[in-house]
């Protein structure tokens, strides 16, 4: 019922920027927090950085000031700008969020499928 597509992974130089984005689609009646998470070869999943519905963010540690988060929510879209990476940024990007949908108005959690993303030194 719900889908969310993530797109603009890719392979960049270390102090290079990327720019991910993830649509949101289906029986959609509202969205609250939606967010970015990946996972390293190796690694636990993590969370990167997190928005709410009032825009309200957080962020990981090792990408604060480096990475901002934004979202447009008459598009149902998260965005993650990410400037100056380096190669331990290295791994698959999941996007997430907490949708109301469907005829009982739940809320549920959706995940993306992924996006890689490569950094090379």
């Known amino acids: 019922q719900v889908q969310l597509v993530e797109s603009g992974g890719g392979l960049v130089q270390a102090g290079g920027s990327l720019r991910l984005s993830c649509a949101a689609s289906?029986?959609?009646?509202?969205?609250?927090?939606m967010g970015w998470h990946r996972q390293a070869p190796g690694k636990q999943r993590e969370l990167v950085a997190d928005?709410?519905?009032?825009?309200?963010?957080n962020y990981a540690d090792s990408v604060k000031g480096r990475f901002t988060i934004s979202r447009d929510n008459a598009k149902n879209t998260v965005y993650l700008q990410m400037n100056s990476l380096k190669p331990e940024d290295t791994a698959v990007y999941y996007c997430?969020?907490?949708?109301?949908?469907?005829?009982?108005?739940?809320?549920?959690?959706?995940w993306g499928q992924g996006t890689q993303v490569t950094v090379s030194s």
């Open positions: 997430a969020a907490e949708v109301v949908a469907g005829l009982d108005l739940i809320e549920y959690d959706y």
């Open positions: 928005i709410s519905s009032g825009g309200g963010t």
């Open positions: 289906g029986s959609i009646f509202s969205i609250n927090a």
